[in-house]
């Protein structure tokens, strides 16, 4: 909490601010509920009884602590830093989404909800809620924009073999803040007995600071394992930046580390001056959506614009209000990588260390090219593999030519060019400024 | 009817109405559209003719990107004005055009849509372009400290809402920011014609008026004459919305609506008159 500000007496008496950031912009009808949540997880924080069940299930289930990964064949791409992967894609369920999880369907449990509901936008969240409410027997709902549905046909059938019950939104855009949307009115509708476990650090208060807590673990163990392996904190701490919950999940622990460099690369699309990208920090106003105030890419009257990216799952006009405090405050820094700067990192790490990352995640890897190009070998670089890329098949095989338009693998993507493409697009991966 | 609301109103908010309405044993009657469906130029008319029809107030909806407290009559009404290009300026001109027809209009907008202009220039050109004041539904008064200070510069109305799962602490700091009337959200859930407003909204505002002094008007879920009847026995006011709305929704030719949303006022005002406390 120490690297909190309270600007004004408005503010100081309102939880859950970051500083001008955050708040609790939602319906009347929300509040109790809220409150409720708030309660029952900062009782729950401290209580051990709560902490043990949560670690164990950690240990036998999802997998924890997860490993690190030191990618010299990737790194030599990158000015020669060392880079250091956090390996969040080992995971149950392939991502960080399911740390969060977890944790908010105990919390379900203890506040004696028996449904939960999500929204989803690659379908990684939503798929981990899914796997949760089987877990702990709860009814599940989730909320996922019909383009999306589209996308990831794939993650859809996943959440139904779970057991839960897979809603396309189509309104509006039809895709992530759409299924955020919906998911409020279901709330809103059926809180007295359902819990909204919203995916990201961002929303109504408690949920920036709740998600960031049940994340905070991806941090610290990365903080001692690498420490461990190299002696030293790393120059820089790297995560893509969506809504922001594996960044703030990885930052949390360095924040009060001055030496160590924060930064959050945003997804920047097909370019900034193509208006088609969701880099809140490179062109966004803030503003107020789905209860929290933060950096918010908005046309003059204040209505939502559209984002476009790769990546479903960094396709979203707002961002996390802590990340706008941090921000703004200049502890953290960010960047974006584009469309194809991401897709080069992805190419460059399967080819080089033989792991396919989520393309969320790729941004990440794109921006520690970037970086280590610009601190050179002596750069020491931890970097968050939020997830696997295994949902991310389809788009790269089509991206990269592997499969035709019906699918089929293509005879010029299987041979050679591509081992020709690695050195001919390597220098070309990294983000812009 | 029309006479009626001609009357005279004290003040810009809506303090004068209710208290006529009051005088006259019964509740008041408020009506939803939303600004630019179909589009712009019939959705004044439309409010217009709400006023001729017996609405007391008007209630103006300004579409937006992402309207979580409304149900999917509400949703495509507001999507397809955007479509259309509907802008926040056009509702100054629905609430003058308004208050020229004689009825105050209260503006129904999600928060950052004033956010955008701040609290204080929405405020500002709000009042000039005879506005009553504001229905916020994702603005809670622990939230609002410009609005009210804004709202208080200017003269305007403040109607937070309070809802069904509110305990007695909120329901008494809600209605304690609020000024001309407390939106009552008849129950939980979205915009949208129901078959029954139900109990809770009556225990709502039995809840409420323990607590208030300020008019409680309930909304969400109104759509017969019946139903404006059975909310006027024990509300100061009944709120109709998205069965006003579908009154519009021939496409070719939107002035086709205007006889049935004629009729739909009338019969909800003579609703809101049978209501007996």
Sequence with gaps: MSERTSPGPDAAEIPGRFGEFGGRFVPEALIPALEELDEARQKAMVDPEFVAELDELHRTYTGRPSIITEVPRFAAHAGGARIVLKREDLNHTGSHKINNVLGQALLTKRMGKRRVIAETGAGQHGVATATAAALMGLECTVYMGRVDTERQALNVARMRMLGAEVIPVSHGSATLKDAINEALRDWVTNVGHTHYVLGTVTGPHPFPEMVRDFHKIIGEEAHDQVLALTGRLPDAVIACVGGGSNAMGIFHRFVGEESVRLIGVEAGGEGIESGRHAARFASASPGVLHGARSYLMQDEDGQTVETHSISAGLDYPSVGPEHSFLRDTGRAEYRHATDEQAMEAFRLLCRTEGIIPAIESSHALAGAIEVGRELGPEALLLVSLSGRGDKDMHTAAEYFGLIDGQGAPTEAATGEAHSASEAAHAPEAGVQE | ?277
Aim: contains cysteine; aromatic residues 4%; charged residues 20%.
């Design chain 2, 1 to 277: 009817m029309s006479e009626q609301s001609q009357a005279p109103v004290a003040g810009r908010g809506v303090e004068g109405v209710l208290a006529r309405c009051r005088e006259e044993g019964r509740a008041a009657l408020i009506g939803y559209l939303p600004v630019g469906y179909p589009t712009v130029e019939h959705s004044i008319g439309a409010m217009t003719a709400m006023v001729e029809a017996g609405v007391d107030i008007v209630e103006v909806g300004v579409p937006y990107s992402d309207p979580l407290m409304d149900g999917e009559v509400i949703q495509i009404a507001a999507a397809t004005a955007l479509e259309r290009g509907v802008r926040v300026d056009d509702v100054f001109r629905a609430t003058a055009a308004i208050r020229a027809a004689g009825a105050p209009p209260m503006v129904m907008t999600y928060w950052n849509l004033v956010v955008r202009q701040t609290p204080e220039v929405f405020a500002r050109r709000l009042a000039e372009a005879g506005g009553a004041g504001l229905i916020t539904p994702d603005l809670i008064p622990d939230e609002a400290a410009e609005w009210i200070a804004a709202s208080d510069h200017h003269g305007l109305d403040r109607s937070f809402l309070v809802a069904p799962s509110s305990p007695e602490e909120r329901l008494r700091a809600v209605t304690s920011a609020c000024r001309g009337f407390v939106y009552v959200a008849s129950t939980m859930g979205v915009t949208g014609a129901r078959s029954s407003v139900g109990g809770a909204a009556a225990e709502l505002v039995a809840r409420t008026r323990a607590v208030t002094d300020v008019p409680l008007c309930v909304g969400l879920g109104v759509s017969t004459r019946e139903q404006a009847a059975e909310v006027a026995s024990y509300a100061d006011g009944v709120i109709v919305g998205s069965a006003l709305v579908k009154t519009l929704q021939d496409e070719r030719e939107p002035e086709r609506g205007f006889p049935a949303l004629r009729a739909l006022v009338g019969e909800l005002a003579a609703g809101v008159r049978e209501g007996h406390r």
